[in-house]
């Protein structure tokens, strides 16, 4: 009964640190993070929507490519990669 115990614990700290990282835009995927940070679903990310996050919203100039003042799937993905890159 103690190891369910323990691994139900477990398991919740584990879902909720990754709910958190999907929050501030960090989730395991490029896609993940993008619909976690497009908040009202019409498929691009507003300035609005990123200033929960710190490296976005420092980035913002360089990764809004088309200057729409709204970052694509392919400007996040874009982005993502480079944050990636320079963390190496």
Known sequence: MKKLV?????S???FTA???EAKKGHA????????A????????ISSEEAAGHAELTAAWTTADKD??????VAEFKAFEK????AKK
Do not use: I
């Open 82 to 85: 480079t944050e990636k890159k």
């Open 12 to 14: 919740g700290v584990a």
């Open 37 to 44: 940070l497009d908040k009202d679903g019409d498929g691009m």
């Open 18 to 20: 990754q709910a958190n």
């Open 67 to 72: 200057g729409d003042k709204k970052l694509s």
């Open 28 to 35: 395991e995927t490029p896609d993940a993070a993008f619909k």
């Open 6 to 10: 323990l691994a139900v614990l477990v």
